[in-house]
């Protein structure tokens, strides 16, 4: 009897639901805040999340030295030194995360827009050179300094391309993104220590129920998710509302010519504007792996889709509408496949994002991060 | 050679080809008859390209049979190029779940041919275009109204509900999928059977060939005028009285329809299909093959398929890099060809005036 399943475990998937919405969240404002700015689905966003994941997993293990399993056991830490193993995966997720939401902005839709620079030549130029070294060469060494030997004529050819300063239609850059995602998914997978295989992140956190609500355990990581996810939330919004900076983003969102001529530089709003959703997408993913404690290259995927439909069911360009938006799809997966069963979950999602589009077509709370500040 | 000039070779090739198509152009109109019939037959002589000396060696498909790979993925990828064309380049509709009509396609020939009744392909075919093209209405009713980039993502929405619909229905034949599917007909020496990949080129070359022509009658006509409309300025052609609704639901079923189309001549050839053949990312290849191609260019879309399809077979060398490959090679040919490699003319127009540098459309969009 599928709806005595939801009675009994109403609260337990309300935890879950919130938890999980949280993480969609984080990810959403990623697509939300360069949709704003740009009108682009940054589609590679969810790469920016899976890398998020595994530099979780690296400053773990390679960084901090954590092993797997100790004497049998998860390596549980407790007290300081946990918190402290937490806020250094955090830092790593979010700064490989952010520094590469903000190198696919350069390389992959800068050149687009016609103001590409030399940083995005030489990180095109470096995938061209490694490119063809793989028609050459069979090891990654070898790729890699091939690679490097040709960035440099590579790179100042494409610096000249870029001189001419053409503007792309706006399909090409959503092309682009996909190319790029594609790219970095299958980089993960083809070079990755253990290829398609999926990867475990060491368990420091002993997930123990902190307290009992409506009969329900109350697990550790997902009051850390909440509070985390929330803390995050508002210190974006603090910074787009009260900033300078914020105000930058809120200007060329509204309108990008009136922003230029009033002495905005658009160009490095829209770095921050991508860094910002990078760092939000490495929290994301940080909390990911302390609640699934796991990461797989093709992760970002599906989460991707789902985090742009709530920011689309919230209102894409409304960064509250991104938080409401993932509660909302993270509650109604968790209730639905419990009335409808597990496979039908992903359904559910899109029929919700079909009838609320239907009835609010700017989805919940419209969209607005032009006028973010209310 | 380094990958940007052999980048830059491709696209002054493209540059070459619009260039002989308007000398072409000049010519009385037997030279161009009897030159449009020259090139039909070398693409129908296709299959045995790979036995020619310099050319065999470019288009041969190391590890793969070079027939298979034209029926199973460029005939298909070329027919479904040419379909969302008409969606994404023709009306400016952004459609992320193309792959749910294919599989619409596909699976009403599965069902009708071998799941639940045996019906023969010629008469499933014409079932499976006229119900992908319901399919479309139905999706393109309550959607149509939405603007460009929610569309997308109801559209994405779409594919993975009939993929996940299919994948859980046993009415359906669930994960395990439908096998047995018919064949279409044999036709004196054409018989298709699973050892002989031709019959179902030809098959497939034809109906691309009766499909372009279609759909260049269309594109000439009023409807293709009003797409044209839409697409620059949805609010101006409503304003000079294009009813816009209905021309975006015309172009979403004429596209959805072949889109089935595609889907049927699919299900007829590998006789077996399972949802896993109809994965979102296929949805995505598909738009790629279209502005890679040149978005609203027929012959881009053409270009783009073909090329999508035939790509990842011809590197079989880089084995699992090949992906890698097309992810980068998408990025890079985006960067320096934005308008695809055969863009449309109008566009080219337009790309002209961006040239100069323009402070116009700072962000790739006006409101």
Redesign the interface.
Do not use: C
């Given at each position: 009897m599928r709806d005595w399943l939801i009675y009994r475990t109403f609260w337990d998937l309300t935890v879950t639901g919130v938890a999980l919405g949280s993480i969609y969240a984080l990810v959403a404002l990623g697509y939300t805040l360069v949709y704003g700015v740009l009108r682009l689905i940054n589609f590679a966003h969810s790469e920016i999340f899976m890398i998020g994941t595994f530099a979780s997993l690296i400053t773990a293990t390679n960084v901090l030295g954590l092993p797997m399993l100790e004497a049998g056991q998860y390596p549980y830490r407790t007290g300081f030194q946990l918190v402290l193993i937490l806020l250094a995966c955090l830092l790593g997720s979010m700064v490989l995360s952010g520094a590469g939401a903000v190198a696919l902005e350069r390389a992959a839709y800068r050149p687009l827009r016609g103001s590409g620079d030399q940083f995005g030549a030489v990180v095109l130029a470096f995938v061209s050179a490694f490119v063809v070294g793989l028609i050459f060469f069979d090891t990654p060494k070898s790729n890699l300094i091939f690679g490097i030997i040709g960035t440099g004529p590579i790179a100042w050819m494409y610096l000249n391309i870029f001189r001419r300063g053409r503007q792309a239609p706006r399909l090409a850059f959503l092309i682009s993104a996909i190319g790029a995602s594609t790219a970095i998914t299958e980089a993960v997978a083809i070079w990755g220590p253990r290829d398609r295989e999926q990867y475990q992140t060491p368990r420091v956190l002993e997930k123990k129920t902190l307290f009992k609500l409506f009969g329900t355990d109350i697990r550790i990581d997902y009051v850390i998710v909440i509070i985390g996810a929330l803390l995050m939330m508002t210190a974006l919004l603090l910074f787009v509302n009260r900033t300078r900076l914020g105000r930058g983003v809120r200007a060329v969102a509204q309108d990008v010519e009136t922003a230029k001529i009033l002495g905005v530089n658009v160009d490095f709003v829209i770095l921050i504007t991508f860094l910002l959703g990078g760092v939000m997408a490495g929290g994301a993913a940080m909390m990911f792996t302390l609640v699934y404690d796991q990461s797989k290259f093709n992760i970002g995927f599906l989460l991707g889709v789902k985090s742009f439909t709530a920011a689309v069911l919230g209102g894409i360009g409304n960064l509250k509408g991104a938080l409401l938006g993932g509660l909302v799809l993270g509650l109604s997966e968790n209730y639905g496949s419990a009335l409808f069963g597990g496979q039908w979950k992903d359904v559910i999602a899109f029929v919700l994002l079909l009838v609320v589009l239907m009835f609010r077509p700017t989805g919940l709370l419209g969209e607005s991060l032009a006028k973010a500040r209310v | 050679m380094?990958?940007?000039e052999s980048l830059r070779s491709v696209t002054s090739g493209a540059r070459s080809v619009s260039r002989l198509g308007e000398a072409l152009g000049k010519q009385s109109r037997s030279v161009r008859w009897s030159f449009g019939a020259i090139c039909i037959l070398a693409l129908y002589l296709l299959p045995w390209w790979p036995n020619v000396p310099v050319l065999g060696w470019i288009v041969e498909t190391p590890g793969t049979s070079f027939p298979s790979v034209l029926t199973d993925q460029v005939v298909i990828f070329v027919l479904v190029a040419l379909g969302l064309n008409v969606v994404?380049g023709l009306a400016g509709l952004?459609d992320l779940g193309y792959v749910g009509f294919y599989a619409v396609g596909a699976y009403t020939v599965a069902i009708l041919s071998s799941q639940h009744a045996n019906l023969p392909w010629l008469l499933c075919m014409p079932i499976a275009v006229l119900v992908s093209m319901l399919a479309g209405v139905i999706l393109g009713t309550?959607?149509l109204?939405?603007?460009g980039?929610?569309l997308?993502?109801?559209t994405?929405?779409?594919g993975?509900?009939i993929r996940?619909?299919a994948?859980?229905m046993h009415w359906l034949g669930d994960s395990r999928g439908i096998s047995k599917i018919a064949t279409p007909p044999s036709i004196g020496p054409l018989k298709f059977t699973v050892l002989d990949a031709k019959p179902y080129f030809f098959l497939g070359l034809t109906t691309i060939l009766i499909v372009i022509f279609l759909l260049r009658r269309l594109e000439n006509s009023r409807v293709g005028r009003s797409w044209n409309a839409i697409r620059e300025d949805e609010d101006a052609a409503e304003l000079m009285g294009v009813d816009t609704f209905k021309f975006k639901l015309w172009a979403f079923a004429i596209g959805a329809a072949i889109g089935g189309l595609a889907g049927s001549l699919y299900a007829g050839k590998v006789q077996f299909i399972n949802p896993s053949n109809f994965p979102?990312q296929l949805s995505?290849l598909f738009?790629?093959a279209v502005?890679?191609g040149g978005?609203g260019n027929m012959w881009g879309a053409v270009v783009g398929g073909a090329l999508v399809a035939w790509m990842p077979e011809r590197f079989r060398?880089?084995a699992?890099?090949r992906?890698?490959?097309?992810?980068?090679?998408?990025?890079?040919v985006?960067?320096?060809r934005?308008?695809g490699l055969i863009p449309r003319k109008i566009?080219k127009e337009r790309?002209l005036e961006?040239?100069k540098?323009?402070?116009e459309?700072?962000?790739?969009?006006k409101?």
């Open positions: - | 380094s990958l940007s994404v952004l309550p959607t109204r939405l603007r980039d929610y997308a993502i109801v994405l929405g779409f993975e509900i996940i619909t994948n859980n979102l995505i738009l790629a502005v890679l978005a060398g880089f699992d890099k992906v890698f490959v097309f992810g980068v090679a998408l990025v890079l985006m960067v320096f934005p308008q566009r790309w961006s040239w540098p323009s402070t459309t700072a962000l790739g969009h409101e």
